[in-house]
């Protein structure tokens, strides 16, 4: 069964500091996404990550793979506090014959001015 | 305009009641899922559904049972209602391969049901 990892759970950070969110996987797959839920909300997808090396960015947030070590990170840069939200990664893995997206507990993140 | 829709937003019911979710996407997409996201934020696949192929996730009780009058709608239906189904639950859906291949696709959530089960 794919577990998926990630760490911190909970992450309190001053504004303008910089910080990485991992995700470690336990078994081979080279998709990987990045999603953000604000509380109450829906799922927003921020980043797909479809191969070793992939690097993506977007605004303070950038997201690496590394299929070898089944590793993904979210690195945040000199944060504010609009990024306050919970960041989930999930794998596309298939489990049981089918592939399905397998979700990290999510990290939440907590930007204090 | 919303890409992916779910009615009710909120539901509070009795045990042992009946219960269905609807869900609607209105961008074009061939798969449609539904998740289950417990008081701890966990999130976990429930259903796959693409072109009257159902895939289930072994955990999920059979009183949840998917149904797709189209290719635009996949709705929720919950027999016998028990407490631990209270949950939010959201509908996704995506474009691409599906099942047996790999997705190269995001999926788009939508807003989310919130279940209560008294």
């Known amino acids: 069964e794919l577990k998926v990892e990630q760490n911190p759970l909970f992450l309190s950070m001053q504004e303008g500091k910089n910080y990485t969110i991992y995700c470690n996987y336990s078994?081979?797959?080279?998709?990987l996404y990045w999603y953000r839920q604000d509380p109450g909300k829906s799922l927003e997808s921020l980043f797909v990550?479809?191969?070793?090396?992939a690097v993506k960015q977007e605004g303070r947030l950038m997201a690496s793979l590394d299929t070898k070590a089944r590793l993904s990170t979210l690195h945040i840069t000199a944060a504010v506090h609009d990024l306050s939200a919970t960041y989930f990664c999930a794998v596309d893995y298939p489990g049981a014959g089918s592939y399905q997206l397998t979700f990290g507990k999510g990290t939440k993140l907590s930007v204090i001015p | 305009d919303t890409a992916v829709s779910q009615t009710p937003k909120y539901l509070v019911t009795q045990m042992g009641n009946d219960k269905s979710i609807k869900c609607e996407q209105n961008?074009?997409?061939?798969?449609m899922y539904w998740y289950k996201q417990d008081s701890k934020k966990f999130l976990k696949i429930m259903f796959s559904?693409?072109?009257?192929?159902?895939?289930i996730n072994e955990t999920v009780p059979n009183r949840f049972s998917p149904k797709s009058p189209d290719k635009a709608h996949l709705n929720l239906h919950i027999n016998s209602l028990e407490l631990g189904d209270s949950a939010v639950y959201f509908c996704a859906s995506s474009q691409g391969a599906f099942g047996y291949q790999p997705s190269l696709e995001t999926q788009y959530f939508g807003p989310g049901t919130r279940l209560l089960v008294l």
């Open positions: 559904y693409n072109n009257k192929e159902l895939i």
């Open positions: 990550l479809l191969s070793n090396g």
């Open positions: 078994t081979t797959s080279d998709r």
């Open positions: 961008l074009g997409h061939d798969t």
